[in-house]
């Protein structure tokens, strides 16, 4: 099944632009094959303007957003994967949607607790006994 993260980023920065907001992505840049300017990160995050105003050529495909943009006057190629961003929201509200931080490849993902079955457990005696 497709994820969900590529179409909720879409109908967010839609529905911002809509109101006349700015839209913000907000972005983790320890993910591979992520082509942002690191030395503008801060923490491993970067936040970008992807309005019109501030972008060219701005895409939001499934796979994930590309855009150009200045930097300090520097023409810039940006290209995020979908599971690198952490959020999608307006500049003046705040107001839009945060993700859940994937694991960055080669972390060690946290597993699941596993709920005890009661087909594990060991027959019990029975507890029936003879009344005279």
Known sequence: MTSTRPYLIRAIHEWILDNGLTPYILVNTK?????????YADDGKIAFNISSSATKDLYL??????FKARFRG????????????LAVYAKETGIGMAFR???VEGDKEEKPLSKPSIFDAK????A???VK
Do not use: M
């Not at 993910?31 to 030395?39: A, F, G, R, W």
């Not at 520097?74 to 961003?85: E, G, M, N, S």
């Open 123 to 126: 027959p019990l005696r029975p």
């Open 61 to 66: 495909g499934n796979e994930g957003i590309e």
């Open 31 to 39: 993910v591979d094959e992520i082509l942002v300017p690191e030395q």
């Open 128 to 130: 029936l006994r003879i």
């Open 74 to 85: 520097t023409p810039t190629f940006v290209q995020v994967p979908t599971r690198a961003i």
């Open 101 to 103: 931080e994937e694991p």
